[in-house]
């Protein structure tokens, strides 16, 4: 896994924004889906810390494009709030416009097994979020 706050190193400087901007979105619409009574800075930066934590591993381990971590990130980011464990698409081959999201189950991502190996979640499919 990349080092904690390196993520800034894994893009160039003017997507920093485009990438806090996007932090930003998923975790305000956490707050709806995973609402507390006070929602206090400290919780604000745990959440922070998890899209950034997330970004590290899709991107410097990964080596994932920005498209495809937007793509994906908000569902891996619920499964870490759920205590869930998540594994990134496996998938070599990434384009925005293939309908495929991350394989879920009950709203979670799953592992490819036996019984769903490969399978790719499409829209309108029971598991698609």
């Not at 619409?29 to 998890?50: G, L, N, Y």
């Amino acid at each position: 896994m990349a080092k904690p706050g390196t993520w800034k190193t894994l893009i160039d400087d003017n997507l920093v924004g485009r990438v806090t901007l996007f932090f930003e979105r998923v975790i305000g619409d956490s707050m709806t889906s995973h609402p507390m009574r006070h929602f206090t800075q400290d919780e604000a930066k745990r959440r922070f810390d998890i899209c950034a934590s997330i970004f590290e591993k899709l991107r410097g381990d990964l080596k994932w494009g920005i498209d495809r971590i937007e793509h994906h990130l908000p569902t891996y980011f619920r499964a870490e709030l759920d205590g869930a464990t998540w594994t990134p698409d496996a998938r070599k081959f990434w384009l925005p416009q293939d309908g495929a999201a991350p394989m879920v189950r009950d709203g979670a991502p799953i592992e490819a097994d036996d019984d769903n190996d490969k399978r790719i979640v499409l829209p309108g499919d029971p598991g698609f979020n």
